[in-house]
């Protein structure tokens, strides 16, 4: 019971981030880029960390065939392809994006998204509270940049200041919903977790490569590429530290 009401406490943060966005409307136009630069390097450098550094090794320790784990993790990235492709789910880092027609399929695709880190979430900390704790985190790292586009995405598409906050954090506890299916469905189907585990790094790869990365070649000037290759570098660093401080 200790771990659910921890795996409940996590998702309610997580979800507690989709408010940050109306910050995001207190800073200059400049800074405001500058700062998401370094949050999408920190995030990318977290997901792929999280993804290599801590589910992958996790999942290959429950004894599931090698094969049957990469398998998955395949699937994940598929997957997560499809969400982005059919459910036009983007990650707007900019102030403008084409997506305004798209405006509620966002939403949709934010609470499917916001879901599946729930059962992450939820599943993470059945195996014990460090590992559930540093999975929060890699989620956070990545929630903070896409909260603050999926918010100008929703101004963007004629939404006002409190109707944007409102339907962005209505979204986001569905990952509330994903933790508690999450944590049950683990407790009782011994396979849950060696298949979500390598799905979930397959999205996490995903997101990283296909999404934000690219957002970071963007950064044409030396100063600037230097400043989100360090981001990138410190969101790996954070994962390895924290993986080899907790063992799990």
């Known amino acids: 019971m200790t771990n659910l009401i921890w795996a409940v406490g996590a998702s309610i943060a997580v979800s507690l981030v989709s408010l940050i966005g109306i910050f995001s409307l207190l800073l200059k136009e400049g800074l405001l880029n500058k700062l998401l630069i370094m949050l999408i390097g920190f995030s990318a450098g977290g997901l792929i960390g999280g993804a290599f550094l801590h589910l992958l090794p996790e999942a290959l320790e429950q004894q599931a065939p090698s094969q049957i784990i990469f398998s998955y993790l395949i699937l994940g990235f598929i997957a997560f392809f499809i969400m982005e492709k059919y459910l036009h789910w983007r990650h707007c880092h900019e102030g403008i994006c084409r997506v305004h ?10 609470g499917i998204h916001n879901f599946t880190d729930g059962l992450v979430i939820g599943a993470s900390f059945l195996v014990s509270i460090h590992f559930g704790i540093i999975t929060t985190l890699v989620i956070i790292m990545h929630e903070i940049p896409q909260e603050i586009g999926d918010f100008g995405v929703l101004i963007y598409g004629g939404f006002s200041k409190s109707k944007a906050l409102y339907y962005n954090f209505l979204t986001a506890l569905t990952c509330i919903l994903g933790t508690v299916i999450g944590y049950f469905i683990s ?34 000037g030396l100063k600037q590429s230097t400043f989100s290759l360090l981001a990138f570098s410190c969101g790996v660093l954070f994962i390895y530290l924290a993986r080899l401080l907790h063992g799990h």
């Open 101 to 110: 027609a798209f405006t509620y399929l966002n939403l949709i695709g934010d």
């Open 187 to 220: 407790a009782n189907m011994h396979n849950f977790s060696p298949f979500l585990l390598p799905f979930t790094a397959g999205g996490f790869i995903y997101i990283a490569a296909c999404d934000l990365i690219p957002e970071l070649h963007k950064e044409s």
